[in-house]
């Protein structure tokens, strides 16, 4: 169905060949998991180009490809294709090859159309199906059982980089076979860089430390943040913090079928402005997640997407005070007809760590 839906897209495009590169791409259109591969589509045929030692893989995870060795070498299998399904334009992805690739192609392709596409599978990619929905949960609840297993271990003398090593041991354990991407842990003033990745700054008593994690299982991803307190939290620090908690749960609340992504991410913001806090808030509210922990729809001032059943999105809105501390609680949920269902379920209310 998802090749089908795809050279639909490329006879519309005038497209008779279409090169797919992107590894994630490859996986969602073939199922093919290997790390090096080339999918060659054409309307009538879809083509796994692998080396030896991809081959048996691929037969056993692509049923719907003709696998062929690149043994042969490239420019004859391509020749030998194109001939064989008079080919005279060829799609690329444009964002996901390098300009040295770029001039590869244009030499296999010679004398040919090459034409740049951008983000075809990615579109397909947006709604996801009900196993795409079943994997990224099990992601979620992974990470979920992690936060709850790693917050009774945290105490003030710890580094942010143990933090987070115990944060992926414990996913690891649990089935992840990755991280969605670099564990952030930042503590203390160091809380208030988003993306403040974890270094060996020790938590200290009267410390926020913001954790932001996630873990890949079956190729899916999840996303989480969760902000602790160590040892004691001042009247500020717990006020911003359950103003917004306020402002997360407002948000989530908002997220339905058919609401424009533009309008949560507004939202947060005038509720955020009511306090005198949404100067400090800087980033976009959320992003898709999928076989990519960033990919779209965006919820974000200029997104142009309408939220549609089955897409599935993180809220995070965060308070970062330079020189103080920063705060951010996210969730990643699945949009329904009648609002989020959260897929990350751990406690965010206000924990405080010895």
């Not at 839906?5 to 996986?27: C, F, G």
């Not at 879809?46 to 062929?68: G, M, N, S, V």
């Not at 354990?173 to 993306?195: L, N």
Request: glycine content about 8%; some cysteine.
């Amino acid at each position: 169905m998802k090749l089908k839906k795809l050279k639909a897209m490329m006879e519309s495009m005038e497209i008779d060949a279409m090169l797919i590169t992107y590894a994630n791409n490859i996986y969602y259109l073939s199922g093919f998991k290997g790390t090096a591969g080339t999918l060659f589509v054409t309307g009538e045929q879809t083509y796994l180009i692998t080396d030896f030692r991809y081959i048996t893989q691929a037969k056993e995870q692509a049923a719907e490809c003709e696998i062929i060795d690149i043994a042969a070498g490239a420019p004859s299998i391509y020749q030998e294709l194109v001939k064989k399904h008079n080919i005279k334009s060829v799609g690329f992805e444009r964002d996901h090859i390098t300009y040295t690739e770029f001039v590869k192609y244009s030499e296999l392709f010679k004398g040919m159309k090459l034409l740049a596409t951008e983000g075809m599978v990615e579109q397909m990619r947006i709604v996801k199906t009900a196993n795409e929905l079943e994997y990224i949960e099990k992601a979620c609840d992974i990470a979920d059982e992690a936060f709850e297993c790693v917050f009774t271990k945290i105490k003030a003398g710890m580094s942010e980089l143990e933090i987070a090593a115990m944060l992926e041991y414990e996913m690891k354990r649990r089935g992840a076979t990755g991280t969605s991407f670099e564990t952030i842990v930042a503590s203390g003033v160091r809380s208030a860089m988003p993306h403040g990745t974890a270094g060996t700054k020790l938590l200290e008593k009267g410390d926020f430390a913001v954790m932001d994690f996630g873990c890949i299982y079956a190729g899916y991803c999840s996303d989480i943040t969760r902000t602790v307190a160590i040892g004691s939290v001042s009247d500020k620090q717990r006020d911003v913090y359950e103003k917004l908690l306020d402002v997360q749960s407002a948000c989530l609340g908002k997220v339905s079928a058919g609401t424009e992504c533009k309008e949560v991410d507004r939202y947060s913001r005038n509720m955020l402005g009511q306090w005198e806090l949404d100067s400090f808030f800087g980033h976009s509210l959320g992003h898709g997640v999928g076989l990519d922990i960033h990919e779209s729809p965006n919820l974000s001032p200029n997104s142009p997407y309408l939220l549609e059943k089955n897409m599935v999105v993180t809220v995070e809105p965060g308070v970062y005070i330079e020189g103080e501390f920063g705060i951010r609680i996210e969730d990643t949920v699945a949009v329904t007809e009648n609002g989020a269902r959260r897929l990350t379920k751990s406690s965010k209310e206000l924990k405080i760590c010895n």
